[in-house]
């Protein structure tokens, strides 16, 4: 069974950055795609970025130039490096990890595997 564990997380005034990471464990081999969502009460769970297995990333357009996500193979480890930060980027993140297909992509029904998230707070 995978486990997702994200941290990281915290407050930063606009401008800002953080730096989230994903812990996994149990098995994520390297052909495996990850994923950052995340989500605020009153909006749906909002893809952010993902990696494939051979390192080929897609980003939302909310996020494309500020935030960039990477992976550690060897330490089973997810990234999402956060720059930049506006007050719309307040929300939590979760980590996310799939196995049924080759290619990432943004939608949330790929994924079968979740962390419990992570809270980011950005204050204007």
């Known amino acids: 069974q995978v486990q997702l564990v994200e941290s990281g997380g915290g407050s930063v005034q606009a401008g800002g950055s953080l730096r989230l990471s994903c812990a996994a464990s149990g098995y994520i081999g390297s052909n495996r795609y990850m994923a950052w969502f995340r989500q605020t009460p009153s909006k749906e769970r909002e893809g952010v970025a993902c990696?494939?297995?051979?390192?080929?990333?897609t980003y939302s357009d909310s996020v494309k130039g500020r935030f960039t996500i990477s992976r550690d193979n060897g330490k089973a480890s997810l990234y999402l490096q956060m720059n930049s930060l506006k007050p719309e980027d307040t929300a939590k993140y979760y980590c996310?990890?799939?196995?049924?297909?080759?290619?990432?992509?943004?939608?949330?029904?790929?994924?079968?595997?979740w962390g419990n998230g992570t809270q980011v707070t950005v204050s204007s």
């Open positions: 990696i494939s297995g051979g390192a080929t990333t």
């Open positions: 996310a990890a799939g196995t049924r297909f080759w290619v990432c992509n943004l939608a949330a029904e790929i994924y079968n595997y």
